[in-house]
């Protein structure tokens, strides 16, 4: 198993140009494959980089067989996407600055010795954004 170079996909259920334009515009993710129509794209930090994040239409899922869509109307938050940030403040002004609607101020949690935000995409998918400089 190669968990070190795992990817994040998000299945996107309900508007996939949506969550392209947010990814590439209000993100600044640079799409290696695929483009707004769907139903996979892959994005790189920037240009020349290997991919690090996909969405993928989640209407093409039940492509393998098995595969049930939950019942999402109750289903609570269970994933987190974790994103290191070497300039945390720098990073949320710059995101707040695309659109991008935070759950509130970076801050510190004692209790975790570090510094997050939050934030969702069109989705509802639940990112971290943190603070990885050891400060």
Known sequence: MKF???TI???VRKNYGECFDFYTEKMGLVPVWGDR?????????????PPCFAIFSGENMPMFRGYEQPDSCSQPDTVVAVIPSPD???DY?????????FLGEP????EWGMRCTYFRDPEGN???LNDDSGV
Do not use: C, H, W
Not at 37 to 48: I, K, W
């Open 4 to 6: 070190d170079q795992t």
């Open 9 to 11: 996909r998000i299945l």
């Open 37 to 49: 129509n769907g139903p996979y794209t892959s994005f790189a930090v920037s240009d020349g980089m």
């Open 88 to 90: 945390l403040d720098g």
């Open 93 to 101: 002004l710059r995101l707040k600055e695309t659109g991008v609607t």
């Open 107 to 110: 801050q510190y949690i004692e």
């Open 126 to 128: 639940l990112f971290e």
